[in-house]
Structure formats: structure tokens, C-alpha cells
């Protein structure tokens, strides 16, 4: 007896402890079995009828009346939905139900005990309330506190009644209902301990399970959602589209200059970068859409909008997220996204259509520079599928050797010859024919082919320069990628040691582009170059900020103004006074000038006055190949290799 009232304590207290969910299938095992519950409450309401009626008692009478109507509210219970009421709630609604049933029943053996006669009635009653408590016992063990307090109820009351008053047999009869409760207190308290071990277990395993569903939902690193996950919330939203009337905005972007934040700063570098991305993303947009890591670098933001011109809002909010600095190990990780959406319906209604067109724009932003936004448009396919053939085209381009390079000379005005000469890369791709460098040089940088190529453009330049006479320098074209790669010097020194031309007579060009998204980087780089005697040039000035800043900030020995400055002359005036007063400013940093795009005698006369150093353009000389140049320096002539042009550069006229 005390072994079993410890354990009915250690039982509360267990109780006490188990998890919500555990809770919650316990409390469903006492509904499990409808069927048991309403033969029970039927079978006893009958019996307490007949014996009731039988022995026309109004105490019995009415305990009978009791038991029926609390058997049909416990039917009415068990058989109706339990809607929104908690797990406790419920419990206690089935506890009380439980505990008046069983107490009447009791009550109502007591009664038939003392106050009939006959053994029959005793019969029936006490048998009907052993047996419903011994049902009870492990029917409701999973609620093992309810299922002995039903027993307590319906049997001690029997035990009772069996003593007044006292009778040798009836006093056994009572020692042995309270053996039996003893003896079902210890089968109820045995098989709890069983359902509760395997409830536990079903739990642990169900949410493992749910843990793995969720994991593999998931992308590894960053937690937002991964491709699969990201497909199925598309897929569903999109299916849910048509019901709510709105628009889904699909915005797919890409990160720029990832692979360069990797190679600079390592992977760990890399993970941070996507990890603090993600999370900047998750806490923008994350309540209201999906966000998803679709691999690398890119991600994709859903979005219901209700209008075409919120994706673009909501563009322009993930470029600026994008762009903050990350911090990592000393360093300010900075990035930007270019951004491609595509619109359902208005773009496409199924997943496949939408992320293609999404893709496109995302193509087309990243052409039109980096760090943009680009909502899908029609016409954009065309353009963009030739791109993509060009970019499957440039791989193993290189080692087919289908690059060559052109120079330009790039005369004196004072020396009135050939002081220089631009290397220019083409490329003859055996599918597309001639392909112009400002077409697939963009391509190249984006695929990182760049690096490869620069390296090759930048071997091959000295060591066809290192024939030319000893006062030729060469002018090489560097990508900003090349600009940014921690290898660059290393290359450098490479191809002038490999080729044997000194520094001092090559030259590397970068157009200010370069210069506004990486300040500092570019500084460094373009310092070092200058530190191994290799001098730098401005390219294309003019064109973009024109920062004058960037002249007494950056070191740079030549500045080349641009070819528009050179087509609008003859027709507008002012800008023959902006190259001269680019011309002065140069002079007076110690810079000398390059104009570059010379096609008219007109323009060549009227640079003349402005005391640039040099020009540039198809006038003097187009581009041509390295024998060609060579060809050029073996006459000593100077001028252009057209043969329909007879040396355009001779005296000053
Ligand atoms: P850029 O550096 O401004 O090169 C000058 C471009 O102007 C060349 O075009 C040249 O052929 C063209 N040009 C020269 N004189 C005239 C003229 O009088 N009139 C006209 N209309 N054009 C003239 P190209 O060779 O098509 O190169 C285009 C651009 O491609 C270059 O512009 C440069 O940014 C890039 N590029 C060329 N080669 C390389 C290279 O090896 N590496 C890199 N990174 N970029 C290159
Ligand atoms: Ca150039
Ligand atoms: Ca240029």
C-alpha cells in the first residue's frame, strides 16, 4: 500500500513534467475510443433504470435519473469536436464527467446495497459498477489520475456498503473490492508508465522527423529558405494568386563581385557576406514573402504587391540592404546586388516562365552595370540570349586561341611620330564570326574570364612591344575586375620579365569607373603598379563622374580625354574650351594628355591648339596587327598604315 501511494506521488509529480505535445495525445487517448465510452454510459444508464425500477426507490430513482443524464452529456461530449478549447480545458471537462459518473455510479451500488433486499439488484448493481471500474482502470491509463479516481469512486462506495451492516460474507466481499483496487491502483499505474514511454518516444521521433523536413527545407548556411522550399512557396503562392487577385513580385539577385570578396578575403569572408545578406533580407521581407538562397551567391525574394511598381520599390530597398558594409575580422565587406524581376501574372503565370524572365532581366541589369535593378521586359530575350551563346562560347575561347590582339599607334604632337600603341583585343569566335571587345569584354568580366584573358593580352603586348624601337611604349587596356585581382602586380612583373621590356615602357589604361567603386583598393593597386616603374593612364575621361578630385587623388601619369569630346567639336564650340581646360589642369598636375577618336583633319588642327601631348585615331592609324606595326617601324614612317591615307601627322599645319 505505501509502495503504491509513492508511487501515485512520484506519479503526480511526473505528471507534472511531460511535455505539451505528450500532454496533448494523452488527453486524445481518453476520447480514442467513442464506441467504449457510449456502450458503458448506455449499458449502466439501463441497468440503473431496471434496478432502480425494480426496487422503486426514489433515492435509486433518482441516482438512476443522475446516471443517465451525466452518461448522456459525457455522449454528447466525447462524440462532439472540441474546437478551440485548450488541452487543459478539455481534460478538466472530461475529468469532471468522469468523476460524477463514476461517484454515481457508486453511489448508486451504495444505495441498491442498503436499501433493497434483494441479491439480485446487488448483484447487478455492484457488478456493473466493478466492471466499469475495472474498464475504466485501463481504458483512461493514459490519464492514469482520473482513470484511480474513477476507480476510487465507483468501487470504495461498494466496499462501504458491503459492511453496514456488518456481515461475515459481505465484509470479504468488501476485502476483496478493496483488493481489487489495490490490484487495478498497480495495473493502471503500470500500463501509464507503458503508453507514457511509447507516447514519449512517438513524440521524439515525430519531431525529429519534423526537425529533418524543416533542415532539409533549409540552406545550410544562411537558415532562409533553400531552392526546393523556395519552389514549393512559389508554386503555392502563384496557385493561390488567381483566388486573391493581387501580383506576386519575383525578384532574383545576384551578388556582385562575390567570387572577388572570396579570393580577396577567403571563404570564411565569402559565408559571412551571403550569412549577414540573408539575414538583412529575412528581417525585410521574411514576414510577408519568402526569402531564399537559390545557391552561391544568388537569392530571390517573393513578394505580393499590388501594383507593377512596388517590385521596383522593393528593388531599389534590397540594393541599399545589399550595399551596407559587412564587417568581418577588421575589414568592411562591401557588395552590391544586381536585381532581375519578373511580375506574375503580367510576366508569366507559371514558375518556369517567371524565373526565366526574372533570370533575363536579372542578365539584363547586370549588363547595364552593376548594382542595378531590372524589371522584365518583352524584347529583353533576344538580346540577352545572344549573350548567353557568347558567354557558352567564351569557354575555352583562349586556349583555341581564337583572341588576338590589334594596336593602335598613338602619335606626339610634338614628336610628331608614334610615341605609343593601344593594344586591342578581338575575338574571332568560329560560331559568331567577329565579336567587338565592347561586347564580350562585359561578358568576360562577368564570367571571370577576365583574368585569364588580361593576363594573356598583357603577356603578349610586351613581348610584341619589346621589338618595337626602345621609345614605343604600349598602352594595355585593364578591366576593373583585373584592377581589383590581389595578383595583378605579380602578372605585371611577370609579362615584363618574361617579354624583357622594361616597366617604364608599358602603360596600363583604366577608365574612372574603376576608380568609384572601390576607392581604396584602386588606390592601392595603381600605387604599386607606379612603385614598379609601370605607369597608369585615365582612360576614356570625361565620360563618367569626371571628378576632378580623381586627378590630384589618384596617380596617374596620362589622361586620355574621350572620343565625345572629339566628335562634338566641330559642331559644339564649348567643347573645344573643355578639353583645353582639361588640357592646363593636366599640364599644370604634371599629366600628360592623350585625345583619343581623331577621324577629321578639321579635329586634328583644332587639337593641335589646345597643346595636348598626343592623339589617337582612326586619322593616323586603325588598328592593325603586330606585323603590320612592325611593318610601320621598319619604313620609320609615321602615320596611317591606310593606304588611302597619305601621313596624316606630318608637320604641325
Ligand atoms: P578604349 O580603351 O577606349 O579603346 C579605344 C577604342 O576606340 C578601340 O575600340 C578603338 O578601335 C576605337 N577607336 C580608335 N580610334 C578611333 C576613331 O578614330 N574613331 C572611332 N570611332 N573609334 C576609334 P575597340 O578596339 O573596339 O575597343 C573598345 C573597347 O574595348 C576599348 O575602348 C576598351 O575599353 C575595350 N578593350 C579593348 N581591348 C581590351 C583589352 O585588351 N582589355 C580590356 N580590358 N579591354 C579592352
Ligand atoms: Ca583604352
Ligand atoms: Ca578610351
Known amino acids: 500500500m505505501k509502495r503504491i501511494i509513492l508511487r501515485m506521488k512520484r506519479l503526480r509529480q511526473a505528471d507534472h513534467q511531460i511535455s505539451s505535445q505528450v500532454r496533448a495525445v494523452l488527453v486524445d487517448s481518453l476520447y480514442a475510443s467513442p464506441r467504449s465510452l457510449v456502450i458503458g454510459a448506455l449499458t449502466s444508464s439501463a441497468i440503473a433504470a431496471v434496478v432502480a425500477w425494480y426496487s422503486d426507490d426514489h433515492w435509486l430513482i433518482a441516482c438512476a435519473i443522475g446516471i443517465g443524464l451525466v452518461g448522456l452529456g459525457r455522449i454528447i461530449d466525447t462524440l462532439s469536436t472540441r474546437g478551440s478549447i485548450t488541452v487543459r480545458e478539455q481534460e478538466r471537462g472530461y475529468r469532471l464527467g468522469a468523476l460524477s459518473y463514476s461517484a454515481l455510479l457508486g453511489l448508486f451500488g451504495l444505495l441498491t446495497l442498503t436499501r433493497t433486499e434483494d441479491g439480485v439488484l446487488h448483484l447487478l448493481s455492484v457488478t456493473t459498477a466493478i466492471g466499469y471500474a475495472a474498464g ?31 456481515h461475515p460474507l459481505k465484509a470479504l466481499m ?47 548556411l544562411t537558415g532562409v529558405a533553400n531552392r526546393t522550399a523556395f519552389r ?24 556582385d563581385r562575390f567570387k572577388e570578396v572570396n579570393d580577396s578575403f577567403g571563404h570564411l569572408a565569402g559565408n559571412e557576406l551571403l550569412v549577414a545578406v540573408a539575414r538583412r533580407l529575412d528581417a525585410r521581407f521574411g514576414d510577408s514573402g519568402i526569402v531564399a538562397r537559390l545557391g552561391g551567391d544568388e537569392f530571390a525574394v517573393l513578394c505580393h ?54 533570370d533575363l532581366a536579372l542578365y539584363r541589369a547586370k549588363e547595364s552595370g552593376r548594382g542595378r ?53 578581338r575575338w574571332n569566335s568560329p560560331e559568331f564570326g567577329p ?109 563618367g563622374y569626371s571628378s576632378l578630385s580623381y586627378l590630384t587623388q589618384f596617380p596617374f601619369q596620362t589622361l586620355k580625354i574621350d572620343r565625345s569630346f572629339v566628335v562634338d567639336l566641330e559642331h559644339n564650340p564649348a567643347s573645344i574650351a573643355i578639353i583645353q581646360t582639361i588640357v592646363d589642369l593636366a599640364a599644370k598636375l604634371g599629366m600628360r594628355t592623350v585625345v583619343e577618336g581623331v577621324e577629321t583633319p578639321a579635329q586634328l588642327d583644332q587639337l593641335r591648339r589646345t597643346r595636348c601631348d598626343a592623339v589617337q585615331g582612326f586619322l593616323l592609324a586603325r588598328p592593325m596587327t603586330a606585323e603590320q606595326m612592325a611593318g610601320l617601324f621598319t619604313d620609320r614612317t609615321v602615320g596611317a598604315h591606310d593606304p588611302g591615307q597619305e601621313h596624316p601627322l606630318p608637320e604641325a599645319g
Open 435 to 543: 565579336i567587338s571587345p565592347g561586347e564580350f569584354i562585359p561578358i568576360a568580366e562577368e564570367n571571370g574570364l577576365i583574368v585569364a584573358i588580361g593576363d594573356r593580352v598583357l603577356h603578349q603586348a610586351c613581348r610584341t612591344a619589346s621589338a618595337w624601337p626602345p621609345e614605343v611604349t604600349v598602352a594595355v587596356n585593364l578591366s576593373p575586375v583585373q584592377l581589383r585581382t590581389p595578383d595583378l602586380t605579380a602578372t605585371v612583373v611577370s609579362a615584363l620579365r618574361t617579354s624583357g621590356l622594361p616597366p617604364k615602357r608599358l602603360t596600363l589604361e583604366v577608365t574612372e569607373t574603376v576608380l568609384l567603386d572601390d576607392v581604396e583598393r584602386s588606390l592601392a593597386a595603381l600605387t604599386e603598379l607606379n612603385r614598379i616603374d609601370v605607369c597608369t593612364t585615365l582612360d576614356d575621361f570625361g565620360t
Open 373 to 425: 535593378f531590372h524589371l522584365y521586359e518583352p524584347l529583353m530575350d533576344e538580346k540577352i540570349e545572344r549573350r548567353r551563346q557568347l558567354d557558352a562560347a567564351m569557354e575555352g575561347a583562349l586556349e583555341r586561341g581564337e583572341f588576338h590582339l590589334l594596336f593602335q599607334p598613338i602619335y606626339g604632337l610634338a614628336q610628331g611620330g608614334i610615341t605609343s600603341c593601344e593594344a586591342l583585343l
Open 174 to 220: 468488501a476485502a476483496v473490492i478493496l483488493l481489487f483496487v489495490i490490484a487495478m491502483l498497480d495495473i493502471t499505474q503500470q500500463t501509464y508508465a507503458v503508453i507514457l514511454r511509447a507516447t514519449v518516444a512517438s513524440e521524439e521521433k515525430a519531431a525529429l522527423a519534423e526537425h529533418h523536413a524543416r533542415m532539409a527545407r533549409r540552406d545550410d
Open 232 to 255: 514549393e512557396h512559389f508554386e503555392e503562392r502563384l496557385g493561390g494568386l488567381s483566388a486573391s487577385g493581387g501580383k506576386l513580385a519575383l525578384l532574383w539577385l545576384d551578388l
Open 305 to 358: 504587391i499590388a501594383q507593377t511598381e512596388t517590385a521596383e520599390s522593393i528593388g531599389t530597398t534590397i540594393l541599399d540592404l545589399v550595399r551596407q558594409p559587412v564587417p568581418f575580422g577588421g575589414h568592411r565587406l562591401r557588395s552590391s546586388a544586381s536585381i532581375g524581376a519578373a511580375v506574375a501574372p503580367d510576366d508569366g503565370c507559371d514558375a518556369d516562365t517567371l524565373l526565366k524572365n526574372a
Open 136 to 166: 475504466i482502470a485501463g481504458r483512461n491509463a493514459g490519464r492514469p489520475l482520473i482513470a484511480l479516481s474513477q476507480l476510487c469512486c465507483a468501487s470504495l462506495p461498494l466496499a462501504l456498503g458491503l459492511l453496514i451492516p456488518l
